[in-house]
């Protein structure tokens, strides 16, 4: 029994082996404490990188003057817009479980400018806009189910920098961006436009806003001169017409947001 003893101690006193020896033995324990299986090094590197996901933070196309549209599964619609190469057509989704964006199905008109609203149903309606300079009356439908734009009716004139906005029984009031400051309401359901009353003074690049009574706060934006607007007024909508606001805003803005308290 001495004898192993001295054996075994003079193996253990070898400095290298010693080291290996209680590695594998404290490497051995670990494993069998948190009941894990112990890796290679470069597998466990190989599932880390795996683990981590590409996040893009920046949109595919540089824009201005685009639409941002939360959908109903809670992407945004990013559409349209102009750049340094001009008026654009692409779309990209942007997804918040994943913090990236996705290009998406192009346009049929290049736009500017434009509105977009998300329907009851879940899809967005796209009206007007600028292309290249010049206003434009189409319309063009997304659906986030298909993923595509299919072509909507055209609108009585051609507006940009209009406001658009949705009633509880799923129409939508289209408002100005065009000279003569007229209005128009689309049907949803029946997927047309009828005309309805024109503001009081022509405007664009104005802020619109439901009520709770279901009247429409129309402020500010350019007239046709391309002069800042302090006024306001209001869309009566079982009337059909519009009515001017008594007082004004103390100051002239130009897509003011506004906010419904």
Request: net charge negative; hydrophobic share 45%.
């Amino acid at each position: 029994l001495l004898g192993l003893i001295v054996v075994a101690a003079s193996i253990l006193s070898t400095t290298s082996l010693a080291s290996t020896i209680s590695q594998k033995f404290f490497a051995r324990a670990a494993a069998i404490v948190t009941g894990a299986q112990v890796a290679p090094a470069s597998h466990a590197v190989a599932v880390e990188e795996a683990a981590a996901p590409a996040v893009s933070t920046t949109m595919l196309v540089e824009r201005r003057g685009h639409t941002a549209t939360r959908l109903a599964d809670g992407r945004v619609l990013i559409a349209g817009g102009e750049n340094s190469t001009g008026t654009l057509n692409e779309t990209e989704l942007y997804d918040p479980s994943s913090g990236s964006f996705s290009a998406a199905a192009n346009m049929a008109t290049a736009r500017a400018g434009h509105s977009a609203t998300l329907l009851a149903d879940g899809r967005v309606l796209i009206a007007g806009g600028n292309n290249g300079g010049a206003s434009v009356a189409s319309t063009e439908v997304f659906d986030p189910a298909t993923g595509a734009f299919t072509s909507g009716p055209s609108m009585s004139v051609a507006r940009a920098g209009h406001s658009a906005t949705l009633f509880a029984n799923s129409r939508v009031l289209i408002a100005g961006g065009d000279a003569a400051g007229t209005a128009e309401i689309f049907d949803a359901t029946a997927g047309t436009f009828a005309a309805t009353g024109s503001l009081g003074v022509a405007r664009s690049m104005h802020s619109a806003a439901l009520l709770h009574d279901g009247r429409v706060l129309v402020v500010g934006g350019r007239d046709g001169d391309g002069n800042a607007l302090t006024s306001g007024e209001i869309f009566d909508t079982p009337a059909g017409a519009f009515s001017s606001v008594d007082s004004a805003l103390k100051v002239a803005r130009v897509r003011a947001h506004l906010r419904v308290l």
